[in-house]
């Protein structure tokens, strides 16, 4: 029986490694932090978000960064540094910002969506997930602008295959009740039947007893990756920390530290970190939260109410790889919060988050082999990680078996 190493313990690494258990390979999981999920999968924003998936860049986006640039409460933060591969990555993206490549990019992702979907509900039960506080209450996507709103209304109003509900002002509060006591006047908004949000982290921890408890599971390794050991072209081993590993094939599903691991196999990804933000709200009996999942689509502000508590997460900071909360950014989170949901939650008590999601130029992830025999990839979700895992895990496990993918691999490969 093969054995496929995964380097990264988030959820796309759990994911993966379960993914490879269920097609018949022996799996082992290297993580170089003490413990699993620690990275963007620790308190994201909870939503799987299946036909929300409109990729960053798009036409509007230059413009609307450099407005954002000069406003203190801006969903975007911008800071320059001496590195190549940030100005390289910057310029990619604004290759990317154009009408006719977002629409292709969101199509490849609405493919990914629906086929992760599929994956995530047979994942769930047959991995017998429970407690990862799994609600499927559907999606509202709320606009402020007129303009903005009537551009998206439209289109969906002249799509006859769209399932997107295009609601007023009026009908955005009959679908969630806790607007009405927001002082935002809005345009409308978008609302999706069957969009879910679910607990990423303890589905994470879940998963990895899960994957414990397999016959065919050989183990969690605690070690830093540090590049791969190649002979006649192929990948034999994995050099760590604590010596080198040896493997039939390996999977990088390491968030940004795919980039450098990867580098050692000559190949190279054009992922950079988009730094998000999130708190985490205890509701109590005296609260308003919303019931459904919430994206203020012009503050680019996620909320989901997760078991007894309101998950928001937000911002796209290209900061380099800096962890560290922003107290002026984590205040910006808060006046947008209290503005929109005065009184959702505790926000007194509220835990807070920062964190880095590895994103191409593009926003569709890298999916498959590479030019090294035994080296494939599963990197670059950025903001979707937790809604494509479970899409992307089967495909690169079907792809090592030797199968077809399930879904077009256009735009989504190395």
Same mark, same amino acid.
């Given at each position: 029986?093969?054995?496929?190493?995964?380097?990264?313990?988030?959820?796309?690494?759990?994911? *993966?490694?379960?993914? &490879?258990?269920?097609?018949?390979?022996?799996?082992?999981?290297?993580?170089?932090?003490?413990?699993?999920?620690?990275?963007?999968?620790?308190?994201?924003?909870?939503?799987?978000?299946?036909?929300?998936?409109?990729?960053?860049?798009?036409?509007?986006?230059?413009?609307?960064?450099?407005?954002?640039?000069?406003?203190?409460?801006?969903?975007?933060?911008?800071?320059?540094?001496?590195?190549?591969?940030?100005?390289?990555?910057?310029?990619?993206?604004?290759?990317? #910002?154009?009408?006719?490549?977002?629409?292709?990019?969101?199509?490849?992702?609405?493919?990914?969506?629906?086929?992760?979907?599929? #994956?995530?509900?047979?994942?769930?039960?047959?991995?017998?997930?429970?407690?990862?506080?799994?609600? /499927?209450?559907?999606?509202?996507?709320?606009?402020? *602008?007129? $303009?903005?709103?009537?551009?998206?209304? /439209?289109?969906?109003?002249?799509?006859?295959?769209?399932?997107?509900?295009?609601?007023?002002?009026?009908? #955005?509060?009959?679908?969630?009740?806790?607007?009405? %006591?927001?002082?935002?006047?809005?345009?409308?908004?978008?609302?999706?039947?069957?969009?879910?949000?679910?607990? #990423?982290?303890?589905?994470?921890?879940?998963?990895?007893?899960?994957?414990?408890?397999?016959?065919?599971?050989?183990?969690?390794?605690?070690?830093?990756?540090?590049?791969?050991?190649? /002979?006649?072209?192929?990948?034999?081993?994995? %050099? *760590?920390?604590? $010596?080198?590993?040896?493997? /039939?094939?390996?999977?990088?599903?390491?968030?940004?530290?795919?980039?450098?691991?990867? &580098?050692?196999? $000559?190949?190279? &990804?054009?992922?950079?970190?988009?730094?998000?933000?999130?708190?985490?709200?205890?509701?109590?009996?005296?609260?308003?939260?919303?019931?459904?999942?919430?994206?203020?689509?012009?503050?680019?502000?996620?909320?989901?109410?997760?078991?007894?508590?309101?998950?928001?997460?937000?911002?796209?900071?290209?900061?380099?790889?800096?962890?560290?909360?922003?107290?002026?950014?984590?205040?910006?989170?808060?006046?947008?919060?209290?503005?929109?949901?005065?009184?959702?939650?505790?926000?007194?008590?509220?835990?807070?988050?920062?964190?880095?999601?590895?994103?191409?130029?593009?926003?569709?992830?890298?999916?498959?082999?590479?030019?090294?025999?035994?080296?494939?990839?599963?990197?670059?979700?950025?903001? &979707?990680?937790?809604?494509?895992?479970?899409?992307? !895990?089967?495909?690169?496990?079907?792809?090592? !078996?030797?199968?077809?993918?399930?879904?077009?691999?256009?735009?989504?490969?190395?």
């Amino acid at each position: 029986m093969q054995h496929v190493m995964v380097i990264g313990g988030g959820v796309v690494g759990l994911t *993966t490694a379960w993914s &490879l258990l269920e097609a018949g390979f022996e799996v082992s999981l290297v993580e170089r932090e003490a413990e699993l999920a620690q990275g963007a999968s620790r308190a994201n924003g909870g939503q799987l978000s299946y036909r929300y998936v409109s990729p960053l860049a798009d036409s509007g986006v230059p413009l609307k960064a450099l407005r954002w640039l000069f406003e203190p409460d801006s969903p975007l933060h911008f800071r320059p540094q001496w590195s190549l591969h940030q100005w390289m990555w910057l310029a990619s993206f604004l290759s990317n #910002c154009r009408g006719s490549v977002n629409r292709r990019t969101t199509q490849r992702l609405l493919a990914l969506g629906a086929f992760s979907q599929t #994956c995530f509900s047979d994942l769930y039960a047959h991995a017998n997930l429970d407690g990862v506080s799994l609600r /499927t209450p559907g999606k509202l996507v709320i606009y402020r *602008t007129a $303009g903005e709103f009537a551009d998206v209304a /439209t289109r969906l109003r002249n799509d006859p295959k769209t399932i997107e509900r295009v609601l007023s002002y009026q009908e #955005c509060l009959s679908v969630e009740p806790a607007l009405a %006591r927001s002082p935002v006047q809005l345009a409308g908004g978008i609302f999706t039947v069957g969009e879910a949000v679910a607990d #990423c982290y303890a589905l994470s921890l879940q998963l990895a007893e899960r994957l414990r408890a397999h016959s065919h599971f050989k183990g969690f390794v605690h070690a830093q990756g540090q590049g791969f050991v190649i /002979t006649d072209g192929k990948a034999v081993a994995l %050099r *760590t920390d604590q $010596g080198d590993l040896s493997a /039939t094939a390996f999977v990088i599903a390491a968030g940004l530290q795919s980039r450098a691991l990867a &580098l050692t196999a $000559g190949v190279r &990804l054009p992922i950079y970190p988009l730094k998000g933000y999130s708190l985490t709200a205890p509701i109590g009996p005296e609260h308003k939260p919303p019931v459904v999942s919430v994206t203020d689509i012009e503050k680019k502000v996620l909320y989901a109410q997760i078991g007894g508590e309101l998950r928001v997460a937000a911002m796209a900071d290209l900061v380099g790889e800096d962890t560290r909360i922003d107290p002026a950014r984590m205040a910006s989170l808060y006046r947008s919060v209290k503005a929109t949901f005065p009184d959702a939650a505790g926000y007194e008590a509220s835990k807070e988050w920062a964190g880095l999601r590895p994103a191409t130029p593009s926003g569709a992830p890298i999916l498959g082999a590479t030019p090294v025999a035994g080296v494939w990839l599963n990197v670059g979700h950025g903001a &979707l990680g937790f809604t494509m895992s479970f899409g992307a !895990a089967r495909i690169v496990a079907d792809l090592i !078996a030797g199968r077809e993918s399930p879904i077009s691999m256009d735009g989504l490969s190395h």
